[in-house]
């Protein structure tokens, strides 16, 4: 039964750690200065959706989140399009 706790367990660690890939037109700006990173994702056709680092480029269909830490983009997840408020293209 313990046994079974913990492995239990560990599967949803690990799923609450897994992150989805970055979108690969946006994956270099990993590591960007915030500010700069933002620029350069408006000028790669992607705009702010949801006020809470979620962008959307509706001429890829590609829906983003954006996580950053100490001023930096710190990942970058590839979202449904759904959650940028769209229907899947």
């Not at 239990?8 to 500010?35: E, K, M, N």
């Amino acid at each position: 039964m313990k046994a079974s706790v913990i492995v239990a367990a560990a599967i949803v660690l690990s799923a609450a750690t897994a992150h989805a890939a970055p979108p690969s037109d946006i994956s270099d700006l990993v590591g960007a200065r915030a500010a700069g990173a933002e620029s350069e994702m408006q000028a790669r056709g992607y705009e702010d959706v949801g006020g809470n680092n979620t962008w959307w480029n509706a001429a890829s269909g590609t829906c983003a989140k954006v996580h950053v830490s100490n001023g930096r983009y710190s990942r970058i997840d590839k979202l449904k399009p759904s959650q940028c408020g769209q229907q899947g293209k």
